[in-house]
């Protein structure tokens, strides 16, 4: 047994089968975002602070370890395990709860939880933001923010990498 209790932060870690309950606790209206967060940065830290100040609290989806992989963003993606990236990710101000799925969308999830404000960064069109269409239906609104700064995990991983 450690001498040093785990960090408040890691209840904000929430499996997806008890999420209904979980979020039924948060203030609304709930906003919902999501993506593979695998080495967070500066863009990554601004815009969940952004999409946060769009409601009174934040859930943010990962994708699964095996859902990254099939998006076709590199073999040895993730570099960080999903468990990892759920406590990097927990440890936010900005975020109210982090949980995950493992399908290549997250719409399943959007319609579990339905959310009234659905957001993604600026390189997805409103349009093109899955679960816009019924978020918008039920009166929600969707947000596409525009990234302030030029980086990303590709570009941080390639600069590493030396290429």
């Not at 039924?24 to 695998?38: A, E, H, I, K, Y």
């Not at 095996?66 to 406590?87: E, Q, Y």
């Not at 993604?120 to 816009?132: F, L, P, Q, R």
């Amino acid at each position: 047994m450690s001498l040093y209790p785990m960090p408040d932060f890691e209840k904000k870690i929430c499996d997806p089968a008890q999420l209904i309950q979980r979020i039924s606790d948060l203030p609304r209206p709930l906003v919902f975002t999501n993506g593979c967060f695998d080495i967070l940065h500066r863009g990554h830290v601004t815009y969940l602070a952004q999409a946060r100040a769009q409601g009174a609290a934040l859930v943010v989806a990962l994708n699964t370890d095996g859902s990254v992989r099939r998006l076709g963003k590199g073999d040895d993606r993730p570099v960080n395990s999903l468990l990892n990236r759920a406590a990097v990710m927990a440890s936010l101000a900005s975020v109210d709860m982090v949980t995950w799925f493992d399908a290549d969308t997250p719409f399943e999830l959007i319609e579990l939880i339905k959310p009234e404000i659905l957001v993604k960064g600026g390189d997805w069109s409103v349009e093109a933001i899955v679960g816009s269409k019924e978020t918008m239906a039920r009166g929600g609104v969707v947000h596409s923010i525009p990234f302030l700064f030029d980086t990303s995990t590709t570009k941080t991983l390639n600069k590493i990498r030396g290429k």
